[in-house]
Structures are given as structure tokens and as C-alpha cells.
């Protein structure tokens, strides 16, 4: 039997009165996905625990099959996992974001989508300037960056570290949400001296004059210790491999032990290179039991609040991703395809929630329920119902 994730980050989404009361999900032009959903059995999974912040982080890991509420640690160890980072007992890593400040306010938690050239120039000036004495930057891509402190350094404080993603406040005075708790005071020092010392960099300076928004500021966010998770393979006997274009999703795939795939054109953004992700699935097929096929791009288009982005990515993923795996199936008659997001990010909150999202498994051993197409509503109609999100990897590599 061989499988294939397909999993559109962010899909989900509100009904829309610029889509005459649709979702995107409803209103793109989908012929695959639909018939993925007409043709194989559905339902809906709480991929976030009660009492979790919906992140990616939380609600891959509970796809994967592994439940948030046991082995979760934080998203900035998984992130630099993903680096090839080693962290020690006494790190905490931090998910650090460059971004766009005006006055008080967070103007762009990715600096404009910052190029991973400028944002690694940027991002090792601050490892010169603040970096040592138990402080560590490393560059990732684009905005995406790594801060490891050591925990001796944030001893100073009452309550648990509490950070807020700043994808959560793009728009708002940020300061009532700089972090809180044990620690807090030490991070919200790196934050201001890192804007006043970003300002005068070159890179910011040659933004501004094009017109771009500078990174003038990072935003640690996403702490956690070094997780220590079951292997993907002992856990549920199969070899898997994971493609995407971020960081995230190949650091929690290096800590379970799934391979890590590579596709140059792959960006984590709405450029990405779906042809490129769809064909390199098929042939990850020859060597692994499961594929993992993660795309970032409709959940950047929720981020930014753009219909038109989040339109084309779900028809990007039906033309260029769905319609050649479903296909596949003549190359491996044995095959499944699970299709769905981790999370909803809702045009209108511009920010992820906790909502269960719509899922369909199609392929051997499969019989059609009552689903119709894929969309949030139809998904209700689906024969599995709601289930929690780590109980999805089970069902979808049951035999019956």
C-alpha cells in the first residue's frame, strides 16, 4: 500500500460575501479535489487539542499521528531541527521572526516576505552585534529565522513564558503582546535593540528606497526545549518522506525520522513550484511508503486577507498536485490520497483557528460516502464524522 498527503496549509476558510457566501474551498474551480471527495469517504479532524494555540506546529504533529497534548515542547526546537541545530538540555529555541514595525505598531510579520539572502545578511549582522554569552542566531529562510538562549538567562520573572506569533497581530499595537512571564524582560530587550540597530542597516536602507518594507525588528515567538518523539517508522511500521518549502515541516519530519525530500522551487510562498512538488511525490513513491506533500500557500494568502491568492493556490494544488497522483494510481493500483489542511486561516480573522477541518481519504479500499465535493460543508456528510487529529494516521493506514 503506498500513501499520499496532500496537505494544503490553511485551506479552510469562512463563507465569504465576496464569494456570494462561499468558501474559497466552495468557490475555486476544483475538479480533482471534488472528485477525491466524491469518490472516497470523508470527514472532519480537531487537529488542536483543547486549550492549544492552533499552530502548524501543533496540528502537523497531530496529523503525523503523534498527540500535541504528550510530546509537544514548543515550535522553535522543531524549526531548528530542521537546520540540522543541535540543542542542549539547558537551550530554549525560539522561532524568530523579522519583521516590519511602525511606532508601536506590527506592520508585516514577514518584512515583506523578505528574500533568504537579505534576511541571512540580517540575521548573522545580529549574531556580531548580540549575539554570544549564550546567545545564538541562525539564519533559515525568508523571514523565518532561529534565536537559542540559554535557559540560565531567562531565569528572572513569574509564570511560564508566554509569546504571541506575529502573524496573530498584524495591524495592532504590538506591545500588549510582547511576551510575558519567566524570561520576558530578557527577550523584550533583545527586540528593542534589535530595531534600533536594524534601522541603520544597509539592506533596510535599499528596501525602503524600493519601495519594501524594512526588517527593522525580530519577534521571538514558538519556545520550546528539544522534544523527544517515537519514530515515525516504529510508531506505525512504514517509511515516509516529507515535502515542503518552510522549515517547520521538515524540522518535525528530521525529529521523527521521515526523509526529507527536496524540490529547488519550493518557497513557502504563493511562488512555489506545485508542478515540481506534485512530480517529486510520484517518484518518492518508488523508495517510501508514505509521502507527506505540505504547501504554505494558501495559508500565506489567509495570513495577508487576499481571496484571489487563496483562490488560485487550491486550484494550483487541484491542477498541478491532485490531478498527476490521482493518475499515479495506474503506476501504484494500491494507493491512497488523503487530502486536507492543518488548520483553518479564515480570510476575514487573517489568522489560524481551531475549527475542525474538512478531510477525505480516496483510493484501495475506499468506498464513497455521501460527500460530494470538498468543501468545510460537505465534510459533515462525511462517514467518519469528527475525530481527534491524531487518530487520522491509524485510519488512514487501516487495512479495513
Given amino acids: 500500500m503506498k500513501h499520499v498527503i496532500i496537505l494544503g496549509d490553511g ?26 471527495a466524491r469518490e472516497g469517504a470523508g470527514g472532519r479532524l480537531k487537529t ?14 497531530s496529523i503525523l499521528g503523534y498527540n500535541p497534548s504528550v510530546g ?42 523578505i528574500s533568504s539572502r537579505e534576511g541571512a545578511v540580517l540575521i548573522n549582522l545580529l549574531e556580531d552585534r548580540l549575539g554570544g554569552q549564550g546567545i545564538r542566531f541562525y539564519p533559515g529562510k525568508s523571514y523565518r529565522h532561529i534565536l537559542v538562549v540559554k535557559e540560565q538567562l531567562l531565569e528572572e520573572g513569574h509564570g511560564a513564558l508566554d509569546t504571541t506569533p506575529p502573524h ?34 544597509e539592506v533596510n536602507e535599499i528596501r525602503i ?20 518523539l517515537e ?22 519530519a528530521r525529529v521523527i525520522g521521515l526523509d526529507v525530500i527536496e524540490v529547488p522551487g519550493a518557497t513557502g510562498y504563493f511562488d512555489t513550484d506545485y508542478e515540481g512538488k506534485g512530480l517529486a511525490a510520484i517518484c518518492g513513491l518508488k523508495d517510501h511508503d508514505l509521502i507527506y ?22 486550484e ?18 494500491e494507493l491512497r490520497i488523503a487530502l486536507l489542511p492543518d488548520h483553518a486561516t479564515p480570510i476575514p480573522l487573517q489568522t489560524h483557528n481551531s475549527d475542525p477541518i474538512p478531510f477525505v481519504i480516496w483510493g484501495s479500499g475506499i468506498e464513497a460516502d455521501r460527500m460530494e465535493s470538498y468543501s468545510e460543508k460537505e465534510a459533515r456528510n462525511g462517514r467518519y464524522r469528527t475525530r481527534a487529529g491524531h487518530k487520522f494516521m491509524p485510519l488512514l493506514l487501516s487495512r479495513t
Fill in 209 to 228: 528606497d524600493l519601495g519594501e518594507n524594512p526588517a527593522n525588528m525580530i519577534w521571538p515567538w514558538g519556545e520550546g526545549r528539544r522534544p523527544e
Fill in 168 to 201: 496573530d497581530i498584524t495591524g495592532r499595537i504590538y506591545q500588549p503582546y510582547l511576551p510575558r512571564g519567566r524570561g520576558s524582560q530578557f527577550i523584550n530587550d533583545l527586540i528593542i535593540q534589535s530595531r534600533v540597530f536594524l534601522a541603520d542597516q
Fill in 231 to 252: 519514530p515515525f517508522r516504529e510508531k506505525f511500521g512504514i517509511k515516509g518522506a516529507l515535502i515542503s518549502g518552510v522549515d517547520l515541516l521538515p524540522g518535525i
Fill in 48 to 61: 488542536v487539542p483543547s486549550g492549544m494555540k492552533p499552530g502548524s506546529d501543533v496540528a502537523n504533529l
Fill in 72 to 113: 509537544y515542547t514548543g515550535r522553535g526546537p522543531l524549526e531548528a531541527a530542521s537546520l540540522d541545530i543541535t540543542l542542549e538540555d539547558d537551550d530554549i529555541a525560539f522561532r524568530c521572526n523579522l519583521v516590519t514595525a511602525a511606532d508601536s505598531t506590527m506592520v508585516d510579520y514577514s518584512a515583506g516576505h
Fill in 316 to 333: 494550483r494544488i487541484d491542477e498541478y498536485i491532485a490531478a498527476p497522483l490521482i493518475e499515479a494510481r495506474q503506476q501504484y493500483p
Fill in 293 to 314: 506533500l505540505h504547501v504554505e500557500a494558501p495559508d500565506e494568502a489567509g495570513h495577508a486577507g487576499n481571496i484571489t491568492e487563496k483562490l488560485k493556490a487550491i
Fill in 11 to 36: 485551506m479552510a476558510d469562512f463563507p465569504l460575501e465576496e464569494l456570494k457566501g462561499k468558501t474559497p474551498l466552495e468557490a475555486a474551480q476544483t475538479p480533482n479535489l471534488d472528485r477525491l
